[in-house]
Nanobody, 123 residues
Framework: QVQLVESGGGLVQAGGSLRLSCAAS??????MGWFRQAPGKERDFVAV????????VYADSVKGRFTISRDNAKNTLYLQIDSLRPEDTAVYYC??????????????????WGQGTQVTVSS
């Protein structure tokens, strides 16, 4: 089994920044990613990263503002969020795959999910 624990969420003003972290423990995981769910909406893809950390894919809505990275030595995934907007308000979930090594945005590629961390952006 794999445990994923997110941290770093909070309340921030529009234009501000946050850095989310996701600590993984348990068996080896490969591709990882961030997804988010806004109130009343379905969970959506944000960014994913390959096992090597070389390849990344971003949702169009976050390109140029969000940066996904990972430190495999620390088993930790990160999401640097800059230029925050009110529409970025959501619960952010970390996900990990035990099967896929490439950066793939489909939620069905991921086997393990964290509990989520709330990001709230005030205007």
């Amino acid at each position: 089994q794999v445990q994923l624990v997110e941290s770093g969420g909070g309340l921030v003003q529009a234009g501000g920044s946050l850095r989310l972290s996701c600590a993984a423990s348990g068996r080896t995981v490969y591709a990882m990613g961030w997804f988010r769910q806004a109130p009343g909406k379905e969970r959506d893809f944000v960014a994913v990263i390959s096992w090597s950390g070389i390849d990344t894919v971003y949702a169009d809505s976050v390109k140029g503002r969000f940066t996904i990275s990972r430190d495999n030595a620390k088993n930790t995934l990160y999401l640097q969020i800059d230029s925050l907007r009110p529409e970025d308000t959501a619960v952010y979930y970390c996900a990990a795959s035990s099967r896929v090594t490439y950066a793939r945005p489909g939620q069905d590629q991921y086997d393990y999910w964290g509990q989520g961390t709330q990001v709230t952006v005030s205007s």
